[in-house]
């Protein structure tokens, strides 16, 4: 019985997130179309696409959350770490950033590959984006039941205060910056529905160290 009202308490809280973060878009959807002047289209496309955004990251909080009471499926850590790395560098290759990671090739993630894929890429994306020229990625295991994962990188850091901050849903530390600010948000919840942990630290590279405590996949 614990467990099942443990279940339908997380979907209230999803259904009620998802709600709250439609009804801003929605609101300046209806002021808009009221409007007798305006560029509706592309009010419409923006508001649209956050939409979008929202019922995407809900709908995969929701199977996280029902994955996560199951035995779900095995990961490669490497493998991920290295498309993500290879991304990334594409991505950023007008920023003179370094991607070093390394992970045993027999380590397995306890959960799906779109989820683990989702963690690790969201903060090697904001090392990369707030970093200057390094990124530090190590996954290791002391062969109990979880596994590490530690993303660092030089860049200004964050203090006490704004690492509080940051994992509070759509809070920006910087708004010229691109992004949602759902990013360790987003880190923050799937790894809690797999039974982990995110702690934010000062990094050894100068920057923000992001450390990720997760289920390891057993052989």
Same mark, same amino acid.
Request: with cysteine; glycine share 10%.
């Given at each position: 019985?614990?467990?099942?009202?443990?279940?339908?308490?997380?979907?209230?809280?999803?259904?009620?997130?998802?709600?709250?973060?439609?009804?801003?878009?929605?609101?300046?959807?209806?002021? %808009?179309?009221?409007?007798?002047?305006?560029?509706?289209?592309?009010?419409?496309?923006?508001?649209?696409?956050?939409?979008?955004?929202?019922?995407?990251?809900?709908?995969?909080?929701?199977?996280?959350?029902?994955?996560?009471?199951?035995?779900? %499926?095995?990961?490669?850590?490497?493998?991920?770490?290295?498309?993500?790395?290879?991304?990334?560098?594409?991505? /950023?290759?007008?920023?003179?950033?370094?991607?070093? #990671?390394?992970?045993?090739?027999?380590? /397995?993630?306890?959960?799906?590959?779109?989820?683990?894929?989702?963690?690790?890429?969201?903060?090697?994306?904001?090392?990369?984006? #707030?970093?200057?020229?390094?990124?530090?990625?190590?996954?290791?295991?002391?062969?109990?039941?979880?596994?590490?994962?530690?993303?660092?990188?030089?860049?200004?850091?964050?203090?006490?205060?704004?690492?509080?901050?940051?994992?509070?849903?759509?809070?920006?530390?910087?708004?010229?910056?691109?992004?949602?600010?759902?990013?360790?948000?987003?880190?923050? %919840?799937?790894?809690?529905? /797999?039974?982990?942990?995110?702690?934010?630290?000062?990094?050894?590279?100068?920057?923000?160290?992001?450390?990720?405590?997760?289920?390891?996949?057993?052989?």
């Amino acid at each position: 019985m614990a467990h099942n009202q443990d279940i339908v308490e997380r979907q209230r809280t999803h259904v009620g997130n998802l709600a709250h973060a439609l009804k801003t878009p929605l609101s300046v959807l209806m002021a %808009e179309a009221g409007q007798p002047h305006g560029d509706l289209a592309a009010v419409v496309t923006r508001q649209a696409e956050a939409m979008r955004l929202q019922v995407d990251h809900h709908l995969r909080r929701a199977r996280a959350a029902a994955r996560a009471q199951g035995l779900g %499926e095995r990961t490669s850590v490497a493998e991920v770490l290295d498309e993500l790395s290879r991304t990334l560098s594409r991505i /950023y290759a007008a920023k003179p950033i370094a991607i070093d #990671w390394d992970a045993d090739e027999d380590l /397995y993630f306890q959960g799906e590959r779109q989820d683990l894929l989702e963690l690790a890429g969201n903060a090697m994306e904001n090392a990369c984006k #707030w970093g200057v020229s390094k990124i530090r990625v190590r996954a290791f295991s002391d062969r109990g039941e979880q596994m590490t994962l530690t993303i660092e990188d030089d860049g200004p850091g964050l203090n006490p205060d704004q690492r509080i901050t940051v994992l509070t849903r759509g809070a920006r530390l910087d708004e010229t910056a691109p992004g949602s600010g759902l990013g360790l948000n987003i880190i923050d %919840e799937l790894t809690r529905s /797999y039974g982990g942990s995110l702690s934010l630290r000062d990094a050894t590279l100068g920057g923000l160290m992001v450390t990720l405590t997760l289920p390891r996949g057993l052989s």
